[in-house]
């Protein structure tokens, strides 16, 4: 049985995407039951697990492919956070593709590669080997390119060109690192950390800038980002995957696996490369936030916004010190759940009401409050306002820094936050407090239905409110951040 | 007895079946599916067997090596075998359409001749495959080469005959040179048979024979063959004859004819002749092979034509192959990491094949739906042919060597013993070759993603779109579970090497 859960739990989006690309267009009755009933599937595993993993199970499947190779799936804290985290995002943003996509073509290759995209975020989150999650990050790639391009005009096209320029010479630097290491010191498994002393240091400080050159394109790291911003082109749903329930994530993520399961925080210091890795993110911030400032598109400048948010977590990381751990490991969770409404509420005013600018905004929230109060809800909470998300990790970040003998951080903490108060509430002023613009005032109210649109941005405004309320509850973002930097971490 | 029988009938089979295409030409559809059946019964036979019994031979009517044609069955001989028996069933089938003779029409000379020579060609690959004696294998390569370069002019057009007499050029110097290496290594040591020359442990002072002899010997039995394989720089005849033939011939020689060559190059020098392998001469190979992915990868680069992309494709493909002679080749063959370059170096000949294979005969489906084969044509085929453009793009994860599929396992294996050796810079050629196939793969796949303006195509049967999907799902199901053809291809694989990486 408990061999068999983690295979599960892969399965219930892996079936659902494979039996949804065979679906004729006109069955949506069938593909919204696949797909929905795979998600609460999912969910339902999760929650089980969660208890268990609490109480110290480890559940663990091995499947060999060749000596040396094989893969293996491991459900502990750290992965249960990630799956969590995307599994929930999936039901929530399925339903409201259904509504967004409609009846447009070719929704039957949109779900299924969708569905695909989940499969292969879970095997990164379960993965317990480097190369059980190489084979998941280029499922990855591969899957989320077809939806990339999924509207398949020149602009998609370019922009799933864009994706893969950064994507495929990135893996091939992460699969060089992980051969390199291994023909070494044997196959690394994250539970049970190789002795990496076999390599010199100047080897391993190498070895080391190959898996963040490869990992940072996923998490676009500066100068990595360039694709995230092109990816703009693909349709609200698929923003949605990208920045919050899949793509960037697994890149942060895969950046946590090496720091703290497969170098180490004591190896990292030793080798002085903590340093260099806070520095890097700490740019990171600096570098998406000034350049969000600049953009006049809504999505262009939610999608800079990402670039520097998903540092924090790699900044956290860094800096190894436990508040940072903590903090970083439960923004991952506070920045999916704000970032993923911000772009629900964009695709809301886009589809609904044309707008994509930010000077369109002008007066919108009496045309449409409830997309509004979760637009600007997401936006408070990104700019780190009490009592969101984002002001937990914040505090965490700062005392974290502090903690290490990094004050210079909070200078860097303390910029990011008032570039972002200054490219976000805007926005959030233009929305409540400017008259509408001609192009609002001319036409009927601009309809915020179906309920399927709505609602998921709605549940992830107050998610993102509540987990920042409710922080000290053992299943909060932070509880389970601070369980699983108790446990594995900070002994 | 019935093992002897199945192994004959791997080789007997395809002749029969060819000769029997002949005779009642209206048929050879139905002759061809025949051949493909008893075929596939032989290898049911055989495999349990060989995992079982370990090596099958059989010396036909009781004479050995030297005097009568033995048969020899091990696992690499299996794979290959299997690999083959899956691409000829999907050609053979995807073909039926194009060359099966219409009731009330009059036969064409194509019609008539492609069944015999799919068949014939299908016999020497066995022949090749199973084959210990140098000369034996000389009549298949002979054999496969005739097959295969009426294959190319089969429809009589200009264009191909005049690639098709190129080939043969070719293909006859190679001959040339093999033989000459064959009379050479006679002369010295009295035998062909490859056991018995390795017995007589030639390259290792205690044998027969001068040095010297043995050296030019085997060069000249390798350049032979590695003009039949198309290593760089001998490749020059491979691209206009892979993409002048119609798309089921196409597929067979992409995908299968340099393998059997290829073949015996393994067997010539990890088997019979291990320790005359110099450094010198594994690196020249090695970087030959290197040359090759990188040559035809940006010649693939620069293609209109989508059957030249994949055609130059099979040449950069073909490389990576002679990658395996530094990485296992002379002495390191004892190291524990030689293992797994040689198996990967069989992985990438497999994968390869199933992989070209299907994107051959994805050519052949869009060439239907468009009438050419130009790149700008194929803007909208992603929406009239979904189930060609995703075997497409899974045989395009195959050949790029990403997970899951049976080209990751083997650049994986051959990457894994690039760096244990220290050998990086071949690990380097392997990655950035994954990198520059990627790139002019993505080329074609984008187009036919992208939004036509007039999408007007002709209709293409499911069948015809099904089977190429098949075959990319086998390429990417041999990554999957790469387990069991693991462990098939270890049965007498030339021992001194411990098994794998640890």
Not at chain 2, 191 to 209: C, K, N, P, Y
Request: hydrophobic share 60%.
């Amino acid at each position: 049985m408990n061999a068999a859960l983690p295979v599960l739990l892969l399965l219930t989006s892996l079936v659902a995407a494979t039996a949804t690309f065979f679906l004729p267009q006109e069955s949506h009755r069938l593909r919204n039951l696949l797909n929905l009933g795979g998600a609460v599937l999912k969910l339902g595993l999760i929650a089980f697990m969660l208890i268990q993993v609490v109480q110290g199970t480890i559940y663990e499947t091995r499947l060999e492919f060749a000596p040396g190779l094989y893969l293996l799936l491991r459900v502990d804290a750290l992965s249960l956070l990630f799956v969590s985290l995307s599994a929930f995002l999936w039901l929530l943003t399925t339903i409201y593709a259904i509504a967004y996509l409609g009846n447009k073509p070719d929704l039957s290759r949109f779900f299924g590669f969708f569905s695909l995209c989940v499969a292969a975020t879970t095997g990164i989150a379960l993965s317990g080997t480097l190369i059980s999650f190489f084979i998941f990050f280029e499922l990855l790639t591969l899957s989320t390119w077809p939806l990339v391009v999924h509207k398949q005009d020149a602009k998609s096209i370019a922009a799933g060109r864009s994706y893969l320029t950064y994507a495929l010479p990135a893996s091939a630097l992460l699969l060089i690192a992980i051969v390199w290491l291994e023909s070494t010191v044997g196959p690394v498994e994250f539970a049970m950390p190789a002795d990496l002393r076999q390599l010199d240091d100047t080897s391993l400080r190498i070895i080391f800038a190959l898996f963040i050159a490869g990992l940072g394109a996923k998490a676009a790291l500066v100068p990595l980002h360039g694709w995230l911003p092109a990816a703009m082109a693909a349709p609200a749903p698929v923003s949605a995957l990208l920045h919050a329930v899949a793509v960037v994530k697994a890149g942060a993520f895969g950046v946590m696996r090496i720091v703290l399961d497969v170098f180490g925080l004591d190896l990292m210091a030793e080798l002085g490369l903590a340093l260099p890795l806070a520095l890097l993110a700490s740019v990171t911030i600096l570098w998406g936030s000034a350049r969000a400032l600049q953009q006049t598109e809504i999505k262009k400048r939610l999608a800079f916004s990402t670039v520097s948010q998903v540092s924090y977590i790699v900044l956290g990381i860094a800096l190894a010190s436990p508040f940072a751990v903590i903090g970083g490991l439960a923004h991952l969770v506070h920045q999916g759940l704000m970032k993923i409404t911000l772009f629900f509420c964009a695709g809301i005013f886009d589809e609904r009401a044309g707008i994509t600018r930010v000077d369109q905004l002008d007066g919108i929230g009496a045309r449409m409050p409830w997309a509004s109060v979760c637009f600007s809800l997401g936006a408070i909470g990104m700019v780190g306002l009490p009592p969101t998300a984002g002001f937990i990790t914040k505090i965490y970040l700062g005392i974290g820094a502090v903690q290490a003998g990094a004050p210079w951080v909070i200078a860097v903490l303390a910029a990011s936050t008032l570039l972002n108060a200054a490219y976000f509430l805007p926005l959030v002023y233009r929305i409540w407090f400017l008259e509408p613009g001609a192009a609002i005032t001319a036409g009927d109210a601009p309809t915020e239905r179906p309920l399927g649109l709505i609602a998921p941005a709605v549940i992830t405004a107050f998610a993102s409110v509540a987990v920042g309320l409710l922080a000290a509850a053992t299943f909060s973002p932070l509880g389970w951040a601070t369980l699983i930097a108790e446990r594995e971490y900070l002994r | 007895m019935i093992l002897s029988l199945a192994l004959v009938a791997l080789v007997a089979v395809p002749l029969l079946a060819a000769l029997l295409a002949v005779v009642v030409p209206r048929r050879g559809a139905l002759i061809a599916l025949l051949g493909v059946a008893g075929i596939a019964t032989a290898l049911v036979v055989l495999v349990p067997a060989l995992v079982r019994q370990g090596v099958l031979s059989l010396s036909i009517g009781g004479w050995n090596a030297p005097l009568g044609i033995t048969l020899r069955l091990d696992g690499l001989g299996l794979a290959f075998l299997s690999m083959v028996a899956t691409v000829m069933a999907a050609v053979l089938v995807s073909a039926r359409p194009q060359f099966a003779a219409r009731a009330g029409s009059g036969e064409t000379r194509s019609q008539w001749a492609f069944w015999p020579l799919a068949l014939l060609l299908w016999s020497a690959l066995n022949v090749a495959f199973l084959s210990r004696d140098l000369f034996n294998l000389y009549v298949a390569l002979e054999l496969l080469t005739v097959a295969a370069v009426a294959l190319v002019a089969i429809e009589g057009k200009a264009g191909s005959l005049a690639a098709g007499l190129r080939y043969m050029m070719f293909a006859l110097a190679g001959s040339l040179a093999y033989l000459l290496g064959v009379a050479l290594l006679y002369a010295g040591h009295g035998t062909l048979d490859l056991t018995l020359l390795a017995a007589q442990g030639i390259g290792s002072g205690r044998s027969g024979g001068t040095a010297a002899a043995d050296l030019i010997a085997a060069g000249l039995i390798t350049a032979g063959l590695a003009v039949k394989t198309a290593l760089f720089p001998f490749h020059a005849w491979l691209p206009p004859a892979h993409s002048g033939a119609p798309a089921p011939a196409s597929a067979m020689l992409s995908a299968l004819v340099p393998k059997a060559s290829f073949l015996i190059l393994i067997r010539l020098w990890f088997e019979a002749l291990p320790e005359l392998a110099s450094p010198v001469l594994l690196t020249l190979l090695g970087a030959l092979g290197a040359a090759a992915v990188l040559f035809g990868s940006v010649l693939a680069l620069r293609q209109s034509r989508l059957k030249l992309i994949v055609a130059y494709s099979t040449v950069a493909q073909i490389g990576y192959l002679f990658l395996v002679f530094p990485l296992a080749g002379g002495d390191s063959f004892a190291q524990p990491w030689a293992a797994g370059a040689w198996t990967g170096a069989v992985f990438q000949a497999l994968s390869h094949g199933l992989a070209k294979a299907a994107m051959f005969l994805c050519a052949g489906v869009w060439i239907i739906a468009v009438g050419h084969d130009r790149l700008d044509g194929m803007r909208g085929l992603a929406t009239a042919t979904p189930m060609t453009a995703f075997a497409f793009a899974l045989a395009a994860v195959s050949l790029v060597g990403l997970p899951p599929s049976g080209g990751f396992t083997a650049k994986y294996l051959m990457l894994t013993s690039a760096f244990a050796s220290g050998q990086v810079v071949w690990g380097a050629v392997l990655v950035v070759g994954g990198l520059l196939s990627a790139a002019y793969l993505y080329r074609p796949l984008a187009l036919a993603f992208a939004k036509a303006d007039t999408p007007t195509f002709a209709p293409v049967s499911r069948r015809l779109q099904l089977v190429p999907l098949l075959l990319a799902l086998a390429a990417i199901t041999l990554g999957l579970a790469s387990q069991t053809p693991f462990s098939l291809i270890q049965i007498g694989r030339p021992a001194s090497a411990v098994e794998g990486l640890e």
